[in-house]
Nanobody, 127 residues
Framework: EVQLQASGGGLVQAGGSLRLSCVVSGTTLNDHTIGWFRQVPGKEREGVSCVTSRDGSTYYADSMKGRFTISSDNAKNAVYLQMNSLKPEDTAVYYC????????????????????WGKGTQVTVSS
C-alpha cells in the first residue's frame, strides 16, 4: 500500500523558513510523481510543487517560485520542500501526494492521476 507521511510544519513568522518532509512507502520516486499541494478551509486545493518520475523535472506555482524548492532523496525515498520567505498567505495544510504526473499551466501546478496523499502538516505563518 502506498503511504505518504508529511512532517515539518509549524508556526513561523513572516519571512521565516520551514522544511517539509515527505517519506514515501509502497512505491518509489521512479514509479510515481511526488508533489505537494496545500489547502485552506473553504478553498479548493492548490498545487504547490512537484518532481516528476519521468525525468526528475520540477515545477512550481508562480507564487512559490524563488521561495520554495523541492528536492528528493532516492536512497531515503523521500521528498522535501524547503520554504523560505514565508508569507501569511502561505498558511495552509500541506499535503504530499503521489500521482501519475504533473505539469505547470496557468501559473499553478496540476496533478493528474493523483491516487495517494497523506494526512498533511499544518503550516502557519504569522504577520
Amino acid at each position: 500500500e502506498v503511504q505518504l507521511q508529511a512532517s515539518g510544519g509549524g508556526l513561523v513568522q513572516a519571512g521565516g523558513s520551514l522544511r517539509l518532509s515527505c517519506v514515501v512507502s509502497g512505491t518509489t520516486l521512479n514509479d510515481h510523481t511526488i508533489g505537494w499541494f496545500r489547502q485552506v478551509p473553504g478553498k479548493e486545493r492548490e498545487g504547490v510543487s512537484c518532481v516528476t518520475s519521468r525525468d526528475g523535472s520540477t515545477y512550481y506555482a508562480d507564487s512559490m517560485k524563488g521561495r520554495f524548492t523541492i528536492s528528493s532523496d532516492n536512497a531515503k525515498n523521500a521528498v522535501y520542500l524547503q520554504m523560505n520567505s514565508l508569507k501569511p498567505e502561505d498558511t495552509a495544510v500541506y499535503y504530499c501526494a503521489a500521482s501519475l504526473g504533473c505539469f505547470y499551466s496557468d501559473s499553478v501546478v496540476h496533478f493528474y492521476g493523483m491516487d495517494y496523499w497523506g494526512k498533511g502538516t499544518q503550516v502557519t505563518v504569522s504577520s
